[in-house]
């Protein structure tokens, strides 16, 4: 331990902000560090249940890596993962079980997906790169802005599929009855599952357009 | 018995883990750049969900259900521990895991050393808890049904694995735009091959 007093740095300094926003795009979860893919992409058929899942995967990511990261010190290297499971299993049980008493409806909807976040590999990811060895602080916003990127993906994969699958956005009719008259119909294709991988695909097909740094060599 | 084999064909094709409910898919995208190693960590899983759904079906009919504990006393009859399933799950999945190691090691060197680093790495595969989860929720009446289920559902996987890791192997010498290579086209095709699995829905059983 080293007696210099380190001067204390603002609670958003740049850094600390770029944490934030980082996973947004340039570190984005699902689409370059391909974590959480399993949970995401089956709950994208309408917004309602993304958003849901959205905010469950930000409260576990920012709790648990706040948790890991006070305990961090006291975790024997041997043990850590069992260690990071119950933790995380312990938030999950949470979630669910207040999912299960405010919104009943879309609990039912996300079915096994809550209990999945618990081997959501972005939490997992999280906390083994970045709590195991940060200050609470930074942990906890490392993990809110991870679940925000991860957030960001979903709710554009719901955004796009519900749109175009159903004619609705959180279950108000967006396209017009006229369309229909003559002759819309809602493609029905995404609705199944399939398509929310490939609409994934052209997220990243797009994004990777734009931020050329991430394209991967052959 | 007629049961039993309906469930083990449907939960390979047409309740696929990856196609069907996208569970596994991050093992899916990182180990299936070859079609060895993606054979290796497709056993694997196929072995750690034959044997951790029927424990857990065990678990969760003598332990985890509501009145399930009534063969102990009676007067357990109107507990239910449902909210634990995660945990137990989770924890079963875990210890499972090292002790499938373990075996696998002391008696099988070999088929270790081409499983040894995918085990660890299974205990955080998606489809292995999805595994669980779904054959609570979907309540299968037996032990033998769960069994057909876990060991359908990690063959399907096998599968989905191997035949993507085969189409990357292929794909490599193919001018794939600049963006979407590697992960990018991956999504493309997994969606691709989910549409053609999609023809396995008609099958009645």
């Known amino acids: 331990m080293s007696t210099e007093k380190k001067e204390k740095e603002p609670l958003f300094s740049p850094a600390n902000v770029k944490l934030l926003t980082k996973p947004l795009n340039l570190n984005n979860p699902i689409t370059v560090q391909v974590l959480g893919i399993c949970s995401a992409l089956a709950v994208t058929v309408k917004l309602k249940p993304a958003l849901v899942m959205t905010l469950a995967v930000i409260a576990v990511t920012g709790i648990s890596n706040l948790v890991i990261s006070l305990l961090r010190n006291g975790i024997p290297p041997r043990i850590r993962i069992i260690v990071q499971l119950v933790v995380i299993a312990t938030m999950v049980i949470l979630v669910d079980q207040i999912l299960k008493a405010f919104v009943y409806d879309v609990s039912k909807q996300l079915s096994v997906f809550v209990g999945l976040i618990i081997t959501n590999c972005i939490i997992m990811g999280r906390l083994e790169a970045f709590a195991m060895a940060n200050k609470p602080w930074p942990a906890l916003l490392d993990g809110i802005g991870n679940g925000l990127g991860y957030g960001l993906i979903l709710i554009t994969v719901a955004f796009f599929r519900e749109l175009f699958g159903s004619g609705t956005l959180f279950d108000y009719r967006i396209v017009p009855e006229a369309f229909y008259n003559f002759g819309y119909e809602n493609n029905g294709l995404m609705i199944l599952p399939p398509m929310a991988l490939i609409t994934v695909g052209v997220i990243i097909w797009v994004q990777r357009y734009y931020n050329r740094e991430l394209i991967e060599n052959k | ?205």
């Open chain 2, 1 to 205: 018995m007629q049961e039993i084999f309906n469930i083990f064909i449907k939960s390979i094709f047409v309740d696929n883990m990856v196609f069907a409910y996208f569970l596994g898919m991050c093992s899916y995208l990182a180990v299936s750049k070859t079609v060895k190693t993606s054979v290796g960590l497709g056993i694997a899983v196929v072995f750690v969900l034959g044997i951790t759904v029927p424990v857990d079906y065990l678990l969760n009919e003598y332990i985890l259900k509501p009145g399930a504990m009534s063969w102990i006393d009676p007067g357990f009859k109107d507990l239910d521990l449902s909210f634990l399933s995660f945990i137990i799950f989770i924890a079963v999945i875990a210890s499972m895991v090292q002790l499938v190691e373990m075996v696998v090691e002391k008696f099988s060197p070999a088929l270790y050393n081409s499983l040894g680093i995918f085990l660890p790495l299974i205990a955080v595969n998606c489809a292995i808890l999805g595994g669980s989860l779904f054959m609570q929720q979907r309540e299968y009446q037996s032990l033998g049904q769960a069994t057909a289920f876990g060991l359908g559902s990690g063959i399907g996987w096998l599968l989905a694995i191997v035949a993507i890791a085969a189409i990357r192997e292929k794909i490599r010498y193919s001018n794939v735009p600049p963006a979407l290579r590697g992960i990018g086209i991956t999504f493309i095709i997994t969606g691709l091959m989910g549409i053609a699995f999609m023809s396995f829905l008609g099958i009645k059983l």
